[in-house]
């Protein structure tokens, strides 16, 4: 089973090995690696996909600290380091769109592309703020847990009711308190909208049109960042990469095809 080793966690990846260009993807709050299972199976061995466990997620080990998604970000290097490679394409959804971003602020050298999945640039607003807390007080409390599971699964997941069984399997034995400090690191998360020109390498945003997530925001972002493109996927939730993988592996495979031959090309 492999892990990285940071100061303070073992960060639990997994690869699909091969000798194409890496793409590093980290999940969503309260799912886990497995939601690019469907990448590892279409976009390898053209590229070696590899995905991780945030932590308080997953397989990941970690001493229960505070953390921020910048400390996320230098958990994707440490598995870079891990793994030997000088650069990858790093992306992820949601909250691991989050932590792509600050991993291309913190070390633009080893980031040679960005893919952001259901994701935005900008902090909470006032009112997603209050709507995760309201969430996160049902999902602690016993009485509500069964109802913040299903609540979660349509908002992640939708109709899909294959995902939607499996995720409510385990979000019914999931350790309720166990998501406390990452809960933290997601409802006072920055912004760093104010910083998206800084990153110069290819973008790919990808806004599935049923996520909730706000659309002229992630334009804004694309707007924001020097060199994006954005593709949305219509009627997918949050989980696209799961529920929607055909539309979401053509866009990915069509992005780093592009900007790998110009890389080739140099």
């Given at each position: 089973?492999?892990?990285?080793?940071?100061?303070?966690?073992?960060?639990?990846?997994?690869?699909?090995?091969?000798?194409?260009?890496?793409?590093?993807?980290?999940?969503?709050?309260?799912?886990?690696?497995?939601?690019?299972?469907?990448?590892?199976?279409?976009?390898?061995?053209?590229f070696?996909?590899?995905?991780w466990?945030?932590?308080?997620?997953?397989?990941?080990?970690d001493?229960?600290?505070?953390?921020?998604?910048?400390?996320?970000?230098r958990?994707?290097l440490?598995?870079?380091?891990?793994?030997?490679?000088?650069?990858?394409v790093?992306?992820g959804?949601a909250?691991?769109?989050?932590?792509?971003?600050?991993t291309?602020?913190?070390?633009?050298e080893?980031?040679?592309?960005?893919?952001?999945?259901?994701?935005?640039?900008?902090?909470?607003?006032?009112?997603q703020?209050?709507?995760?807390?309201q969430?996160?007080?049902?999902?602690?409390?016993?009485?509500?847990?069964?109802?913040?599971?299903h609540?979660?699964?349509?908002?992640?997941?939708?109709?899909?009711?294959?995902?939607?069984?499996i995720?409510?399997?385990?979000?019914?034995?999931?350790?309720?308190?166990?998501?406390?400090?990452?809960a933290?690191?997601?409802?006072?998360?920055?912004s760093?909208?104010?910083?998206?020109?800084?990153?110069?390498?290819?973008?790919l945003?990808?806004?599935?049109?049923?996520?909730?997530?706000?659309?002229?925001?992630?334009?804004?972002?694309?707007?924001?960042?020097?060199?994006?493109?954005?593709?949305?996927?219509?009627?997918?939730?949050?989980?696209?990469?799961?529920?929607?993988?055909?539309?979401?592996?053509?866009?990915?495979?069509?992005?780093?095809?592009?900007p790998?031959?110009?890389?080739?090309?140099?």
């Amino acid at each position: 089973m492999p892990f990285a080793r940071a100061i303070d966690a073992d960060i639990h990846y997994e690869d699909s090995g091969g000798d194409g260009p890496i793409v590093l993807l980290a999940h969503e709050f309260l799912m886990d690696r497995t939601m690019f299972a469907a990448q590892m199976t279409a976009l390898a061995p053209e590229f070696r996909i590899v995905s991780w466990d945030a932590r308080g997620h997953g397989r990941t080990r970690d001493e229960g600290l505070p953390f921020t998604y910048w400390t996320a970000a230098r958990d994707a290097l440490t598995v870079l380091d891990h793994l030997g490679a000088e650069h990858a394409v790093v992306g992820g959804t949601a909250q691991g769109g989050f932590t792509a971003l600050r991993t291309a602020l913190i070390a633009p050298e080893r980031v040679s592309a960005l893919i952001l999945i259901s994701t935005e640039a900008h902090g909470p607003t006032p009112g997603q703020s209050a709507a995760t807390l309201q969430f996160l007080r049902q999902w602690y409390d016993h009485g509500t847990h069964e109802q913040a599971v299903h609540q979660l699964a349509y908002w992640l997941i939708g109709d899909d009711e294959r995902y939607r069984a499996i995720w409510i399997q385990r979000w019914m034995t999931h350790d309720r308190r166990g998501i406390e400090v990452a809960a933290n690191c997601l409802v006072n998360r920055d912004s760093v909208s104010n910083r998206l020109r800084e990153i110069t390498c290819p973008v790919l945003v990808v806004h599935p049109t049923a996520s909730g997530m706000d659309r002229r925001r992630a334009q804004q972002m694309a707007r924001g960042l020097a060199a994006a493109t954005f593709v949305e996927i219509a009627d997918a939730h949050l989980a696209a990469t799961m529920t929607h993988p055909g539309p979401v592996n053509r866009a990915i495979r069509q992005f780093l095809r592009a900007p790998m031959r110009s890389a080739q090309g140099r």
